[in-house]
Each structure stands twice: as structure tokens, then as C-alpha cells.
């Protein structure tokens, strides 16, 4: 990704994001000696390029299946996912997913975690190593190319493992929970540069949260999944204009507005699951 320069003027890049459209899905998993379980019942949506597409619901309502399902990680058992019309699958280099979990190796510095996915592709190792440089820089960890994920915080690390996931200029990013596991202030931070990134490369996101505020500061659309088996019970467009001040938000009162209707859907879920 060319790196945005945190102080140049804000703008909207033009969408560069994959089509996504999920059809008709549902997914059963069988577990020896029980009944296979549905985990998602027919569930349709579609992601337009560019969108940036939040799921909540309460927990094992499915939202990491249907991830995985556009991951190509999981095959459905009935329906379709496809990505600019072809069939998901794994292991597609324009797709990126980032987890709770860094993952990141832990014998190799941040620069050498960064450079790994531009080494699997065989990007020359000077022009892997600049690159990576500039996405750190631009995360803020400029200063700590040479850390190990040892000496590295929480946050650094998983800003680290954002800036793996990015570094390729993935069309499709996937992320999962990914700032769950940060502390507060940490994840708002972590929040407002991605949003950055995003509003300068427009990739098509799908995000899973837990924090219903997290989503309504990031997307354009929250689905809502219902308590199990999961299925989408409501879809909000989030007009909050862009690019957004994650900061300021919090003090918005539109974004108050946002929070307490989803949330009013949203609670009752919870309570159901
Ligand atoms: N590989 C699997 N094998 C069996 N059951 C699974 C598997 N993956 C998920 N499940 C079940 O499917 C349901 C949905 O899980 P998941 O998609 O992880 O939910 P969420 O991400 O919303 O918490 C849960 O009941 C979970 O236990
Ligand atoms: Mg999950």
C-alpha cells in the first residue's frame, strides 16, 4: 500500500474493493455422535467494492463462518460466496484476513513479519523491505523496524500484524475481532489508523466486533446477526461522513443516535443468546 502521509490532506481514495456477494448460504457442522449443528441459517448479502461492512450479534451466532465462508476457509454447506463474481477460495493473494491473534513470527523482527507475505510472492527483497518500512512508519512503529514481537507491546504487535495483512494491498480485507483484545485506548487508536488506511486504499472490508460503538465509527453498513442459528435480522447504513475523527465521533450525536437504535435490536439478542 503507498503509504498515506498522516499529515497531508484527508481524502477519499476511489473504491479498489472486491465484489462480495453471499447467496442463499447455510453452513452445518457435524461433531461425532450429535446432531450437526446449523450454525448459519440461509443468509444473503453482498459487499460493494469499496464498502466497509461490520458484523455484530451476540457470540456463535456465525459471523466468523460466514467469514471464514468468504475466506474460502470454510465451504458452505448449501448457497454460494463470491468475490467479483469467482467462486471464494483459499488462499487468494488479493485477500487479507487479520485475526485477534497477531500471529506474527516471533524469531523474526517486525520488519522481517512485514516483509514475509511480499517474500511468499517474490517481490525482489529491496522493494519488500522499503515497502515494509513505509507501512510501519506509517503505523506509527517507524522507530521499531528492528523489534522482535518479544520486545514489542500488544498494540505494537498488532499493528504489526495489520500492516503484514495490508502491505500486499489485499482488495478484500477480512479482519476479526481484530482490536478485542487491546485495552481501550489503545484500540481507539489502533481504530483511527485503519480507518486512515482504509479511506486512502478503499478495499472492501468485512469486520466482525463485539463493540457496537467500534462498528459504528468504522462502517458504511452493520449487519446484525440474530442468536443462534445465526441469520442477518437487520441491516443499518451508517451516514456519518467520511473521512471520520474516531475521536471526535465519540461526541457526536448522530453517532448517539446510530448507537442507541442498533443497540435497541442488538440487546435483545444478546439477552436471546
Ligand atoms: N469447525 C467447527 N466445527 C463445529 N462447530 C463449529 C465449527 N465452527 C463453528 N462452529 C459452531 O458454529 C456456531 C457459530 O460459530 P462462529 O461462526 O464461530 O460464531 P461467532 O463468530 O458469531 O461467535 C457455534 O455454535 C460454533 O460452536
Ligand atoms: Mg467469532
Redesign the pocket.
Known amino acids: 500500500m503507498s503509504s498515506p502521509s498522516m499529515s497531508a490532506p484527508e481524502r477519499l481514495g476511489p473504491p479498489r474493493g472486491a465484489r462480495i456477494e453471499v447467496s442463499d448460504v447455510y ?1 452445518y ?3 461425532p455422535g450429535k446432531e450437526p ?1 446449523l ?2 441459517d440461509t443468509t444473503s448479502l453482498v459487499i460493494e467494492p469499496g464498502e466497509f461492512v461490520c ?1 455484530v ?12 465462508q468468504i475466506a474460502g476457509l ?1 465451504k458452505p454447506t448449501g448457497g454460494t460466496v463470491t468475490l467479483d463474481g469467482k467462486t471464494a477460495k483459499e488462499g487468494r493473494p488479493d485477500v487479507g484476513y487479520l485475526l485477534a491473534r497477531d500471529g506474527l513470527l516471533p524469531w523474526r523482527t517486525a520488519l522481517g513479519n512485514v516483509m514475509l507475505p511480499m517474500e511468499l510472492r517474490g517481490t525482489p527483497r529491496a522493494e519488500a523491505e522499503h515497502r515494509a518500512a513505509g507501512m510501519l512508519e506509517t503505523v506509527g512503529l517507524g522507530k521499531f523496524l528492528h523489534s522482535y514481537p518479544s520486545q514489542l507491546s500488544h498494540g505494537m504487535r498488532q499493528r504489526t500484524a495489520l500492516s503484514r495483512t495490508l502491505v500486499v494491498e489485499p482488495t478484500t480485507i477480512l479482519m ?1 475481532e481484530p482490536f478485542s483484545a487491546l485495552d481501550a485506548e489503545t484500540r481507539l487508536r489502533l481504530q483511527g489508523v485503519f480507518l486512515k488506511l482504509w479511506e486512502h486504499h478503499r478495499s472492501s472490508v468485512c469486520f ?1 466486533t463485539h463493540d457496537l460503538s467500534e462498528a459504528i465509527v468504522m462502517a458504511d453498513r452493520i449487519l446484525v ?1 440474530g442468536a ?3 441469520k442477518i435480522i437487520a441491516d443499518y447504513r451508517i451516514n456519518l461522513e467520511r473521512p471520520r475523527n474516531v475521536l471526535e465521533l465519540q461526541e457526536n450525536d448522530q453517532y448517539h443516535h446510530y448507537f442507541q437504535e442498533i443497540w435497541s435490536v442488538l440487546r435483545k439478542e444478546l439477552a436471546a443468546a
Open positions: 453452513q457442522f457435524a461433531s449443528v450454525a448459519v458484523f450479534g451476540p457470540s456463535g451466532c456465525g459471523k466468523t463462518t460466514v467469514l471464514n470454510v476479526d466482525v446477526f443462534r442459528p445465526g
